[in-house]
């Protein structure tokens, strides 16, 4: 059965973070008619159903061990170990997350968002066909039309790779596994090794290379990797997984790979891919309205978010830019003040330079502008000055094990305008924000230098290097 649905002002395909945000900002500020598509049962996309939300969540907990672990070196007596019920977070994490989506349903609601559930794929570049079943589709038009369908992350194609989960499938973990293989050394499968090891699983960890979290700079990613090494993680560098074989269909795994040329082999009970995303595109039949991708397979947008096609808008994942959620809120807000906000936003869009971003591990590490690298390869060596502090947060001065704090700034030109932050640290995830602040306004060295440092505090030190 085929009905024809009237037209809408704005048609957003995606109830993710970036879809919502943009199509709640058209219709509930400026008064369009809008429509949202969203295939899955649940509204929040990536970020509250198996990323940034529930991640945090469990980061959280892994905190709580942590605080556990050091609460005797502060005078809090002998204790029996805690032991952390994996089961009992799960099923008051994914309540929480029932709860978020339904307030992102009532949210809809509220702003006069009409919210369709189903398939979305392009007729032309005005229509779009939602199969709401197998029986019944209907066909939408809308004069312009937004892809905010996020990504999902990929498993390799070798041997046996179907016995490892991805990301996604870290958040249906029933129970903690005892030993587990993270392949892939990005920010997702850094935060969720951490998150293992820190609640007692044995982390082993697989890179292809011999660093982690391979764009930052140098002062995170380095001495990160020797925190990680210090608490427990294992690391094979320079390492290829060949295959994975299982024993039996709940057996353990066998992990075989290479490393430094010689084959090798490790038995887990959990094997978590971390190996990147790709772009949710494939159903869209965005042929038919003529949208192209680049060579990685992303779709092509402009610095307005503006495909190929006249009338038809991308941002998010589905771009492969600044894969973050809070990116996305941001350019989704400012596509919709565009299109239905008049005059005084004909210019509306996002500034994808100086984001700020956090890595959620053990500890937390922070950044925002150009890492040194890069620095010395826009401006010239003879133009970049850099500062660095390594110290001991004071947090860690009645314990034993001393977990690094590692700052740097990165300065450029003669007024040594700051175009880099960099800092590593118990903290740091709260601490950045206002520095991103600081560097979106263009501050200087000087500038950081005359704000007076709050002590005693480790953000201090951002304010008062020399």
């Excluded at 980061?59 to 002998?78: I, M, P």
Aim: hydrophobic share 40%; net charge neutral; proline share 3%.
């Amino acid at each position: 059965m085929l009905s024809v649905k009237p037209i809408y002002d704005y048609l957003v395909i995606g109830g993710g973070s970036g879809g919502l945000a943009s199509a709640r900002r058209a219709s509930g500020i400026h008064g369009a008619k809008v429509a949202l598509i969203e295939a899955q049962h649940r509204l929040g996309g990536t970020c509250v159903n198996v990323g940034c939300v529930p991640k945090k969540v469990m980061w959280n907990a892994a905190s709580v061990a942590e605080a556990l672990r050091d609460a005797k070196q502060y005078g809090f007596g002998d204790h029996e170990p805690v032991k952390f019920n994996w089961e009992l977070m799960k099923e008051k994490r994914d309540a929480y997350v029932k709860r978020l989506n339904g307030i992102y349903e009532r949210n809809l609601g509220n702003d006069k968002v009409d919210h369709i559930q189903g398939f979305a794929s392009f007729v032309n570049a005005n229509t779009v066909r939602v199969q709401k079943s197998e029986s019944e589709s209907i066909e939408i038009q809308a004069k312009n039309i937004l892809i905010a369908t996020g990504g999902h992350p990929i498993i390799p194609n070798i041997p046996g790779a179907h016995h490892g989960i991805d990301s996604d499938g870290f958040f249906d973990l029933e129970h903690q596994p005892k030993r587990v293989a993270v392949i892939g050394t990005g920010y997702i499968g850094i935060e969720l090794a951490g998150i293992f090891n820190t609640l007692g699983t044995k982390t082993t960890v697989f890179s292809r290379t011999k660093q982690i979290l391979r764009t930052f700079d140098s002062i995170i990613k380095d001495n990160l990797l020797k925190e990680m090494q210090s608490v427990g993680v294992e690391f094979a560098f320079d390492s290829k997984v060949k295959a994975l074989v299982r024993d039996g269909e709940t057996g353990p795994i066998t992990v075989e790979y290479e490393a430094d040329g010689k084959p090798s082999s490790l038995e887990v009970d959990t094997v978590l891919w971390a190996v990147g995303r790709a772009p949710n595109i494939k159903k869209l039949n965005l042929e038919s309205a003529d949208v192209k991708l680049n060579e990685k397979g992303y779709i092509v947008a402009d610095p307005y978010q503006a495909t190929t096609t006249e009338g038809v808008f991308a941002l998010g994942d589905a771009c492969g830019i600044a894969e973050l959620t809070p990116v996305a809120i941001a350019a989704g807000r400012k596509l919709s003040d565009r299109l239905f906000g008049g005059e005084q936003f004909k210019e509306s869009k996002l500034d994808y330079e100086n984001i700020p971003t956090v890595v959620f591990s053990h500890p937390t590490a922070g950044t925002v502008g150009l890492t040194e690298e890069q620095a010395r390869k826009r401006f010239g060596d003879e133009n970049v000055k850099t500062y660095t502090s390594k110290f001991t947060n004071m947090y860690f001065s009645m314990l034993e094990h001393k977990e690094p704090t590692a700052y740097k700034l990165v300065c450029a030109g003669a007024d040594e305008k700051v175009v880099g932050v960099h800092i590593l640290g118990r903290g740091s995830d709260e601490i950045l924000q206002g520095f991103g602040v600081a560097v979106r306004m263009g501050a200087t060295k000087a500038n950081f230098d005359a704000c007076v440092a709050i002590h005693p505090t480790a953000g201090e030190e951002l304010v008062t290097m020399r």
